[in-house]
């Protein structure tokens, strides 16, 4: 029989992005019926997870209608994803009230994201490449490329709009705040390591180094000796 190990990694980001990186996927047509959303061995009712449209889609659905729809899975997706939902019945939203609820899920999904064997911040492309290589002891042909400019990045939002959208997904602001404070010193204790690492390997190399002078240093006094003995002896021969 083979055994395989498994590890588990995701990647995060701002939620604001992601959140109108959403909107815009869904309003080109994109949806998610095939997911079942499988959760203690069933999916959820349509009581339970109603839908935010009628029809096949929500093609050309405005932001303000992508706000407005209460029941909406962007909201709060990162954190819903990551944490554990049986501990909070589900989908079913009775199960418990909304601030015990909010308060599970959001540890669940920290707790979850620091058990991880890696995660990366999309905003942080080349140091989510560097812990990567150092966390699997690979290295990647080529390095990540930030792109700054995306879809979400070129929607012109104001200051009310931002807020809200904040507000909306306010747990998973509180993972990615949490997520970023871990990124960042993964990223400084990786470094520091490698650092010392390089430290005693060049400390060996001068080592090995000393070592090799000194079994060198014998062996040329010898053979200065030899040269010296030679010399004499020749210098007699010629005497004589």
């Keep these: 029989m083979c055994f395989r190990n498994f590890y588990y990694i995701t990647m995060l980001r701002d939620p604001v992005s992601r959140y109108l990186s959403e909107w815009k996927h869904v309003q080109r047509g994109a949806t998610w019926k095939t997911s079942l959303h499988m959760c203690d061995g069933r999916s959820p009712t349509p009581d339970e997870l109603p839908t935010c449209y009628e029809g096949e889609d929500w093609s050309g659905v405005s932001l303000q209608d992508f706000m407005d729809c209460s029941y909406n899975l962007a909201n709060n997706r990162q954190v819903r994803m990551l944490a554990d939902l049986s501990l909070v019945g589900c989908y079913n939203l009775t199960f418990m009230n909304e601030s015990e609820r909010n308060m599970i899920l959001l540890q669940s999904a920290k707790n979850n994201l620091k058990n991880m064997a890696f995660f990366g911040l999309t905003e942080f492309q080349r140091k989510t490449q560097y812990l990567f290589e150092r966390t699997f002891n690979l290295k990647f042909i080529s390095p990540f490329t930030q792109f700054n400019v995306t879809r979400a990045s070129n929607v012109d939002i104001d200051e009310d709009v931002r807020q809200r959208i ?75």
């Design 166 to 240: 904040e507000e909306l997904n306010f747990l998973d602001m509180q993972l990615y705040e949490y997520a970023k404070d871990l990124f960042l010193q993964r990223f400084q204790y990786s470094k520091q390591e490698e650092h010392q690492m390089n430290r005693l390997k060049r400390r060996e190399e001068r080592r090995l180094l000393r070592e090799q002078r000194a079994h060198q240093w014998p062996k040329e006094e010898a053979a200065a000796a030899q040269v010296s003995v030679t010399e004499d002896y020749n210098s007699q021969v010629a005497r004589w």
